[in-house]
Each structure stands twice: as structure tokens, then as C-alpha cells.
């Protein structure tokens, strides 16, 4: 039950949250804000405390079944290691995927009630930035989240793995996530290391590279263009968090299915 409410939570919360920024920005006078600002500002927001949640989720996942004595019984039963812990992975990115879809389907909505999605027009004649490219940028700006969002539940469930204790396997996971936004912040002038941290395309609370915020500068009329379709970030945008994704998903399985879990 009380990993039922938290996996309520973890998709609740950052829904709700999207479903709230747009309101709140309009009632806090800012109605003339362009609808695009408004949109990517409440998925930017969203979509960070999203990304908490979800590592924080798949840190605990195998450890509270450890804590509770009822990851014995599942290992007792005639089904491989590997196949147990990898039915935890895909949950847990189901449950990732579900949360992107209900944090963009509310955003959106919440955006429509008040604002109009129109072309950033700024001083100038000729518009800075087209709807159609903003919204082609918007949802390049969520379709860039899944990747590395795979990476993070995965690096979560490696932690979860590693650990003894719910309080250990959370500590390991959300620590391992600030570190690598830290690195991304620090070294976000080195062209040749952000490219290689899987976290370089989430939103971070310390740094302000991602795709994402890239949209809402776009949108607040202050931003370029993003990445080219033919430039190195799109491909690195996939291969990166994929080849994260499946080092720590393998050592994941090799940890779970050597470890024994009889205490």
C-alpha cells in the first residue's frame, strides 16, 4: 500500500504542478505572458521535480522490498533473478512515461484556458520565432526528456540495488543525481565533457543548458535557435542516455542476480 500512494505521488505531484503553473502565472498579472513562455515554463518546473521523484522512486523500489522481508519470497519463487528485476525496471519506466504524458497533457491545458500560442513578435516587424517552429521546439524539448529519464530510473534502480536500506538506496540515488548536475553545471563551458553526461538534455537545479530552458528563452523572445537537425546534440541526445541506460541496467542485473538477500 504505501508503495502504491508513493508511485501516486511520484506521477501526482509534478502533474499537479504543471496543471497549477500556468493558473498561478496568470493570476500573479502576468496575462499578457505568450502562451509558448507559459507552456515550457510550467514543463520546465514540472518536468525537474518529475525527475527528483522519479530516481527517488526507483532508489527505494528493490531496497523497501529488502526492508520488508518480501523480497525473500519473491526470490523464492521458480522465476529467474533477472527476469524479477527487470519487470521492476519496466514499471518503473512505465510508470516515467506516464508521468511525461500527464505533465504535458495538463500543461497544455492548463496554457489553453488563458493563453493564445502565437508567434514572438517582440519589437519587430517579422516575428523572432514562428508557433509552428516553437511548437516543433516544444516538442523536440519533451521528446528529448525520455532518454535520459531511461538513464535516471535506471541509475535509481542500481542504487536501489546496491543498497541495504530504503534511507541508504535514496541517499545514493539522489546524491549520484546532484553530482552529475553539479559536473554539468561546472564543466558547462567544456564542449567536450556536458555532452557525455547522460543528465546534459533534463532540467537541473543547477544549471540552465537543458533543451528545455532552451525553449523557454525561445519563447520569452530572448533564446536562438536550437539545436540543428543535423548537428552532433541530436544524435548524442540518444546514444548517450542509451548507453547509460543499459551499463547500469547490466550491472544492475549482475549485482541482483550474485547478491544474496537472505537477511
Known amino acids: 500500500m504505501r508503495r502504491q500512494r508513493l508511485a ?7 502533474a499537479a504542478v504543471a496543471l497549477l503553473i500556468p493558473q498561478g502565472l496568470w493570476v500573479s498579472s ?7 513562455l507559459a507552456f515550457a515554463t510550467a514543463l520546465e518546473l514540472a518536468l525537474l521535480l518529475g525527475s527528483l521523484l522519479l530516481v527517488l522512486h526507483a532508489g527505494v523500489s528493490i531496497a523497501w522490498e529488502r526492508s520488508e522481508k518480501t523480497l525473500r519470497d519473491a526470490l523464492a519463487g521458480p522465476v529467474h533473478r533477472g527476469e524479477i528485476l527487470f519487470s521492476r525496471w519496466l514499471a518503473l519506466q512505465a510508470e ?6 500527464l505533465v504535458a497533457v495538463l500543461a497544455f491545458a492548463s496554457t489553453l484556458v488563458h493563453y493564445r500560442f502565437e508567434d514572438i513578435r517582440g519589437d519587430a516587424i517579422e516575428p ?3 508557433a509552428r517552429e516553437l511548437a516543433r521546439h516544444t516538442a523536440l ?3 528529448y526528456f525520455i532518454p535520459p529519464a531511461f538513464a535516471l530510473v535506471t541509475l ?8 541495504a536500506s530504503p534511507a541508504m538506496a535514496a541517499t545514493l540515488a539522489l546524491g549520484a543525481l546532484f553530482c552529475l548536475d553539479i559536473s554539468k553545471s561546472v564543466f558547462s563551458s567544456a564542449s567536450g565533457v556536458v555532452p557525455g553526461l ?13 533543451y528545455l530552458h532552451g525553449v523557454t528563452a525561445m519563447a520569452n523572445g ?3 535557435v536550437l539545436w540543428s537537425d543535423t548537428g552532433p546534440e541530436r544524435h548524442l541526445g540518444l546514444l548517450v542516455p542509451a548507453a547509460y541506460t543499459a551499463v547500469f541496467l547490466l550491472v544492475s542485473l549482475a549485482v541482483f542476480s550474485t547478491r544474496d538477500y537472505a537477511e
Open 222 to 224: 530572448i533564446g536562438d
Open 198 to 210: 547522460f543528465n546534459s538534455y533534463l532540467p537541473s537545479l543547477f544549471d540552465q543548458t537543458s
Open 141 to 143: 524539448g519533451i521528446a
Open 8 to 14: 501516486l505521488s511520484v506521477v501526482g505531484i509534478p
Open 30 to 36: 502576468r496575462q499578457g505572458m505568450q502562451g509558448y
Open 96 to 101: 516515467m512515461l506516464l508521468l511525461l504524458a
Open 128 to 130: 523572432l520565432f514562428y
Open 156 to 163: 535509481g534502480l542500481l542504487a536501489s540495488v546496491l543498497s
